[in-house]
């Protein structure tokens, strides 16, 4: 399956690129249009899937000289988004900035299972509705293709339209070496020992403990912490949401083919079959409208919440990265003072104690920033995510009415000719 300059709802990443461009430039200068000397401007031009790999390519523009030319691309897997990711967190100069969540690895699997058991499916289904039900499943799995071109494309455009994170040497070798990269695949011991970090990393109750004297942070902190309790329940409820919204669907298409298939029993010119196949009928459009809807509230709701989710979780490991330089910092102070009381190796302990503080302070510094581009990051995200929802709702809605005012038409038309 192929996709390419895919045309689907890509709303997010518009809106993550346009948010993030204003929210570091701090205004949008009196409405001109600055060109920066110093962009660099990335997409996913293509996508490949071949069986469980998905390969992107990767297209760069750009006017900075340290890249060899100003346009060129790259193909990539998801593996090394990843790779570009864990170097971004294991770089101690990042310390202070807000790392972009790495995008969620592709799984099509549900849609291959389905798509399976109807490729085995029962003899006596007509040929007509295993037609209607493939289309149906390709049409998911190319949505879900789809989000998580965008999703990669997204992550690429948070790091590339950073004034910081965009230098980082890493990132001009994932933008531009065109030899696959050499990532390390994880070992079973590997992935428990990532297993057991994420385990004590959650169970870190450091942040939390911690009152900080800057009332600015201490509040950061605080949201956060609230923030993160009320988007997982708002998570939670938005995938109940449109679970129930495809069950409406499914049970729509039975009931629909149920009354053509009685309808069909019954005396062809006989006005009731007629009015009942009609009824019937009219249930397939209607299960795609609710359909479009269901997947517009997965893509507009669910993966907004999802995302950003993941965005604050960033934003509390930076809270908890602050934290632990002040924790050094403190340590670092009390071992100077030792080293003085015993006049012993005066010298390094009071230069750990300088590193220590400016790292501290350095943290601070950017953190503080980061925190306030968030904010204006997330207002603009759920705006715009709420307002294209609710057109959406409202154009489904006058469609279903359009449909349903026909529908009642024609039954008219029919009980009117039966009755002459």
């Known amino acids: 399956e192929k996709v390419g300059k895919h045309g689907a709802d890509l709303w997010l990443l518009t809106m993550m690129e346009e948010a993030d461009t204003k929210a570091a430039a701090g205004a949008d200068n009196g409405g001109a249009k600055a060109v920066d000397p110093k962009a660099i401007r990335v997409n996913i031009a293509d996508a490949l899937n071949e069986q469980d790999l998905v390969k992107f390519t990767v297209h760069t523009q750009t006017e900075l000289e340290r890249f060899s030319k100003k346009d060129f691309q790259v193909t990539r897997l998801h593996e090394e988004f990843v790779w570009l990711f864990e170097r971004f967190t294991e770089n101690e100069a990042m310390a202070g900035y807000i790392i972009p969540p790495p995008p969620p690895k592709p799984d099509f699997s549900a849609s291959h299972s389905k798509l399976t058991k109807l490729q085995y499916g029962d003899a006596h289904t007509p040929k ?195 934290v632990k330089a002040l924790q050094t910092m403190k340590s670092t102070e009390l071992a100077l003072q030792q080293a003085k009381i015993k006049s012993k190796k005066v010298l390094e302990a009071q230069d750990a104690a300088t590193a220590a503080k400016d790292r501290y302070e350095s943290i601070t510094k950017s953190a503080k920033d980061e925190l306030k581009v968030y904010k204006k990051r997330r207002i603009a995200a759920f705006r715009k995510g709420l307002i294209q929802y609710t057109q959406c709702q409202i154009r489904q809605s006058r469609e279903v009415f359009s449909l349903m005012k026909a529908t009642l038409a024609e039954l008219k038309d029919m009980q009117a000719s039966g009755t002459a």
């Open 128 to 322: 007509e509705e295993l037609d209607k039900l493939k289309s149906e499943i390709q049409s998911e799995y190319l949505a879900a293709f789809q989000k998580t071109v965008a999703m990669h494309e997204v992550f690429l455009i948070r790091l590339t339209s950073h004034p910081v994170l965009r230098e980082d040497q890493n990132l001009q070798v994932f933008l531009e070496y065109d030899q696959d990269l050499s990532y390390k695949v994880k070992s079973k011991k590997d992935k428990a020992m990532g297993f057991l970090k994420g385990m004590a990393k959650s169970m870190d109750g450091s942040l939390q403990k911690h009152v900080d004297e800057d009332e600015f942070f201490e509040g950061q902190k605080s949201f956060i912490f609230h923030y993160l309790r009320m988007i997982r329940d708002a998570q939670a409820a938005s995938v109940a949401k449109v679970r129930s919204r495809d069950a409406v669907v499914s049970w729509m298409q039975k009931v629909g083919v149920t009354m053509v298939h009685l309808a069909n029993t019954q005396h062809a010119s006989h006005v009731m079959s007629e009015m009942m196949r009609k009824t019937g009928q009219v249930h397939v459009p209607g299960a795609q409208h609710e359909m479009k809807l269901a997947a517009k509230e997965d893509l507009k709701m669910t993966d907004l919440l999802k995302y950003y989710r993941a965005d604050s979780e960033a934003s509390k490991d930076l809270l908890s990265r602050r």
